[in-house]
């Protein structure tokens, strides 16, 4: 079974440029998770869905970051403008369900803003 | 220059040896604590959890023990191999309502020496 895709897998950009990320989770898992990972850090959460719809996320900056989940399958994630603070790995996980802890992780998208 | 965020805790092991990762966590609250490892460009992936209720959990070659009067979490692993080698995450989860987010710790850097 194919685990959870993700793409571009490096993406260098300018400040203030757009960018999109996106995610296939595993099949049938209706939770999906977009994470931020900084060099050295643990994942942090930015949004979580349940099928299509955005039931936390209280952590992603809305002036810039947006997500969607249309269908509630694959997720795209968008940051216009792209700020030099916002180079990062940006990981898309998926789950059977919001209860479990275990989450299955993609290899992550590296955003470097030049 | 150095880069805030890569002083990561460490630990170094020689192959065959026994491993003790420990995390302290924050949040009394918390029922529900994973361990995740992540390998270099790649996702964390899922190692073991354990519940509150409990204060041991064993799994192949890996045992999680919890600690709730000091808030402490290990993770064991026996026999070391190389292939160990990643960052090690704990993460906790607060108890009760709709509060399902998982929140990483820091991370511990584990290397095996051959």
């Known amino acids: 079974e194919a685990g959870v895709v993700q793409s571009p897998r490096y993406k260098i950009i300018e400040k203030k440029q757009p960018v999109a990320f996106w995610c296939n989770p595993i099949?049938?898992?209706?939770?999906l998770y977009w994470y931020l990972q900084n060099l050295g850090q643990g994942p942090e959460l930015l949004i979580r869905?349940?099928?299509?719809?955005?039931?936390?996320d209280s952590q992603l900056p809305k002036d810039r970051f947006s997500a969607e989940r249309l269908k509630g399958v694959d997720s795209t994630l968008k940051i216009q403008p792209a700020e030099l603070g916002d180079s990062a790995v940006y990981l898309c996980?998926?789950?059977?369900?919001?209860?479990?802890?275990?989450?299955?992780f993609g290899e992550g998208s590296r955003l470097t803003v030049l | 220059g150095e880069s805030v965020g890569l002083h990561l805790p460490t630990l170094s092991v020689q192959e065959g040896d026994n491993s003790i990762i420990n995390c302290a966590y924050s949040?009394?609250?918390?029922?529900?604590f994973i361990w995740y490892k992540q390998e270099s460009g790649k996702g964390p992936q899922f190692i073991i959890d354990?519940?509150?209720?409990?204060d041991k959990r064993q799994g192949q070659r890996v045992t999680v023990l919890l600690n709730k009067t000091v808030k402490h979490l290990s993770l064991q692993i026996a026999a070391t191999q190389p292939g160990d080698s990643a960052v090690y995450f704990c993460?906790?989860?607060?108890?009760?309502?709709?509060?399902?987010?998982?929140?990483f710790g820091k991370g511990t850097l584990l290397t095996v020496n051959p």
């Open positions: 996980a998926s789950s059977l369900g919001r209860a479990t802890g275990e989450l299955f």
């Open positions: 099949s049938g898992h209706n939770t």
């Open positions: 869905y349940e099928n299509e719809e955005a039931v936390d």
């Open positions: 949040n009394s609250a918390s029922d529900y």
């Open positions: 354990i519940r509150s209720n409990m």
């Open positions: 993460a906790e989860r607060g108890s009760g309502g709709s509060n399902y987010k998982l929140t």
